[in-house]
């Protein structure tokens, strides 16, 4: 893939879902067949995938594509660089929207249920709930990248909670979140080493919302401080995992 100005965070997004082989060969299936009105990133994204494995060029420049991105989101539209992981998060979105049928502005993909206390019972019934609008809204996009959260807001002021499902994409690892998190578990030493496990476990540690960041309570019908918790509840069949490594260090 040839650059198109500063584009190599976008060639190196191509080439990553490329890979995905599900996702590509699928999309080859219906080469051609795409709506070029209601379709437009699915139809040259194919069309993309045709001429990276099936044309003999050695070198292929995606200025088709990249136009169509720029038109659909302003933020990759020119030559300028951009971020990799809002473009990989556009793509799967849009063609996750446009694939969609009948109706893709159906965006309703959260069920929220609120009690005084979680039991298995109201959990299941919240869960299946979820379930059967997330299988409304299928696709072969979300069928391969999206997975399940369960959040959960406290108010510790009453106690109630408000719980939710909500579907994810990929997950982001702040590396200077994760750091803090297991020298908090094992004390104050040097030399860390990180690794995915301890990002998982540092992703669904519950945060005290307190001072600024308290939550409005419904119930008690003013600010109060409480907590926030989100558990994975589903993977999916490829996960994204962004390695934030913020501005220093």
Known sequence: ???????????????????????SSKLLQRYGIFDVETQPLCLSFSSLLYELFHTKEKYIAPKLFK?????????????????????????????????????????????????????????????????????????????IFYGINRS????????????????????IFPLKKVKAYKKRQLGSVNNLDLNLYDAFLCEQEEEKLEGEN???????????????????????EVLIIILNRGRNN
């Not at 893939?1 to 996702?23: D, F, R």
């Not at 979680?118 to 299988?135: A, G, R, T, V, W």
């Not at 959960?152 to 997950?171: A, R």
């Open 1 to 23: 893939l040839m650059n198109v100005g500063q584009s190599c965070y976008m060639n190196a997004t191509i080439e990553c879902l490329s890979n995905v082989e599900k996702l």
């Open 67 to 143: 136009e169509i991105i720029g038109k659909l989101n302003p933020l990759f539209e020119g030559n300028h660089a951009a971020d990799a992981k809002d473009l990989i998060f556009f793509i799967i979105e849009t063609l996750h929207k446009e694939l969609l049928k009948p109706n893709p502005n159906k965006t309703n993909n959260e069920v929220d249920f609120l009690q005084q206390e979680m039991n298995s019972q109201n959990e299941q019934i919240m869960l299946n709930d979820f379930l059967n609008e997330y299988k409304a809204n299928r696709t072969l996009v979300s069928d």
């Open 152 to 171: 959960v807001m406290k108010c510790f002021g009453c106690g109630i909670c408000k719980y939710s499902f909500q579907t994810f994409n990929l997950l």
């Open 214 to 236: 308290m939550i409005y309570c419904n119930r008690c019908k003013k600010l109060s401080p409480g907590s926030h918790q989100q558990q994975i509840y589903g993977i999916p």
